[in-house]
């Protein structure tokens, strides 16, 4: 089995991360934001438990996988199902480059102006990695890679 999990700031190269070892390794992909908000404007969160009945169905039709997001209830949930850990914890200005040089994600917005449109809005919530404490944050994100004991490794720069 193959079951890796990646987390950490907007901007981290999660999704990059993500689709490459998903393509070397033959796993199946898969986003949280998919699955933590409720479609339309403005943004609110699934019910978590629907989030976490989604996130197992997809488990549950997989053997290997690659997940990848930022939220941590969510990833709390699977861990005990995945065999690697990976952090990216790179500096807050490095995602922030990352967010300004990312191509249009026809998946998540209508238009690239859509996109560009909520850049600002994505650079703040990276600011602020830090500094919050919701589920989203560093503090959070710490704790999870703590606590897991199987296979983690934390990458704290651009590859």
Same mark, same amino acid.
């Given at each position: 089995?193959?079951? %890796?999990? $990646?987390? @950490?700031?907007?901007?981290?190269?999660?999704?990059?991360?993500? #689709? #490459?070892?998903? !393509?070397?390794?033959?796993?199946?992909? =898969?986003?949280?934001?998919? %699955?933590?908000? *409720?479609?339309?404007?403005?943004?609110?969160?699934?019910?978590? &438990? !629907?989030?976490?009945?989604?996130?197992?169905? =997809?488990?549950?039709?997989?053997?290997?996988?690659? +997940?990848? @997001?930022?939220?941590?209830?969510?990833?709390?949930? %699977?861990?005990?199902?995945?065999?690697?850990? +990976?952090?990216? /914890? *790179?500096?807050?200005?490095?995602? %922030?480059? /990352?967010?300004?040089?990312?191509?249009?994600?026809?998946? &998540?917005?209508?238009?690239?102006?859509?996109?560009?449109?909520?850049?600002?809005?994505?650079?703040?919530? $990276? &600011? !602020?990695?830090?500094?919050?404490?919701?589920?989203?944050?560093?503090?959070?994100?710490?704790?999870?890679?703590?606590? =897991?004991?199987?296979? #983690? #490794?934390? $990458?704290?720069?651009?590859?």
């Amino acid at each position: 089995m193959n079951n %890796i999990l $990646i987390f @950490g700031n907007s901007g981290a190269g999660k999704s990059t991360l993500a #689709k #490459k070892l998903a !393509e070397q390794n033959k796993l199946a992909h =898969f986003e949280l934001d998919s %699955i933590a908000w *409720l479609p339309g404007a403005p943004p609110v969160r699934r019910p978590l &438990k !629907e989030s976490m009945r989604m996130l197992n169905h =997809f488990t549950d039709s997989y053997e290997n996988w690659v +997940i990848e @997001g930022c939220y941590t209830d969510l990833l709390t949930h %699977i861990a005990p199902r995945c065999d690697e850990m +990976i952090f990216l /914890n *790179l500096p807050v200005n490095q995602c %922030i480059a /990352n967010a300004r040089n990312r191509p249009w994600e026809p998946h &998540k917005y209508s238009s690239p102006a859509e996109q560009d449109a909520n850049l600002l809005m994505l650079i703040a919530w $990276i &600011k !602020e990695y830090e500094t919050r404490t919701d589920t989203f944050s560093l503090q959070s994100h710490l704790l999870l890679y703590k606590n =897991f004991t199987g296979n #983690k #490794k934390m $990458i704290t720069r651009h590859v």
